[in-house]
T-cell receptor
Framework: DGGITQSPKYLFRKEGQNVTLSCEQN?????MYWYRQDPGQGLRLIYY???????QKGDIAEGYSVSREKKESFPLTVTSAQKNPTAFYLC???????????????FGPGTRLTVL | QQPVQSPQAVILREGEDAVINCSSS?????VHWYRQKHGEAPVFLMI?????EQKGHEKISASFNEKKQQSSLYLTASQLSYSGTYFC???????????FGTGTSLTVIP
């Protein structure tokens, strides 16, 4: 079955530690995204990548880093510089938006990160 | 830049109708609607493009008012399964950054 996997579902880390969240997709999508969701708030874009070896910052990229070495993988590292990292993290993918088209995003199940 | 949704929360009885609004401060190219169940990933409902409307689910439809920079989601004859948080997502041009709204919590009770 095609889809997006995120692991682990729950993650606990001590303050000051870097942590990497995994996101893998087998949908053959070129575009991938990372969102952060806090209670009662919408999804805020951290980073996105339209193609392999290229990515752009979203609105809240500070304290996060990403890589896109393979089409199917887009890992997110939450660094110690992120002041308030406890949140629900969602990864998504889509085909690239062609001229005149807007495309849906497919979401993974999410990773709930808690920093103690 | 983040679209504003209203209402923030709504409680319905089965069979009742609801309208959720999504307003942007900028001219929109497209509006997406997603539904998220608690603790789960958002699920796509429909896309509306500037100048047209794409078909969505049965009993769930949407409109796109370009002049008002607003979209509305209509849920008719609500079912228990409609419960969740509804998000609109907006973009100003194809391939531009996508912004999600703050969400509307909808609860359908028997």
């Amino acid at each position: 079955d095609g889809g997006i996997t995120q692991s682990p579902k729950y993650l606990f880390r001590k303050e000051g530690q870097n942590v990497t969240l995994s996101c893998e997709q087998n949908l053959n999508h070129d575009a991938m995204y990372w969102y952060r969701q806090d209670p009662g708030q919408g999804l805020r874009l951290i980073y996105y990548s339209q193609i392999v070896n290229d990515f752009q910052k979203g609105d809240i990229a500070e304290g996060y880093s990403v890589s896109r070495e393979k089409k199917e993988s887009f890992p997110l590292t939450v660094t110690s510089a992120q002041k308030n990292p406890t949140a629900f993290y969602l990864c998504a993918s889509s085909i690239p938006g062609l001229a005149g088209l807007s495309v849906e995003q497919f979401f993974g199940p999410g990773t709930r990160l808690t920093v103690l | 830049q983040q679209p504003v949704q209203s209402p923030q929360a709504v409680i319905l009885r089965e069979g009742e109708d609801a309208v959720i609004n999504c307003s942007s401060s900028k001219a929109l190219y497209s509006v997406h609607w997603y539904r998220q169940k608690h603790g789960e990933a958002p699920v796509f409902l429909m896309i509306l493009l500037k100048g047209g409307e794409q078909k969505g689910h049965e009993k769930i439809s949407a409109s796109f008012n370009e002049k008002k920079q607003q979209s509305s989601l209509y849920l008719t004859a609500s079912q228990l399964s409609y419960s969740g948080t509804y998000f609109c997502g907006t973009e100003w041009a194809t391939g531009n950054q996508f912004y999600f709204g703050t969400g509307t919590s909808l609860t359908v009770i028997p």
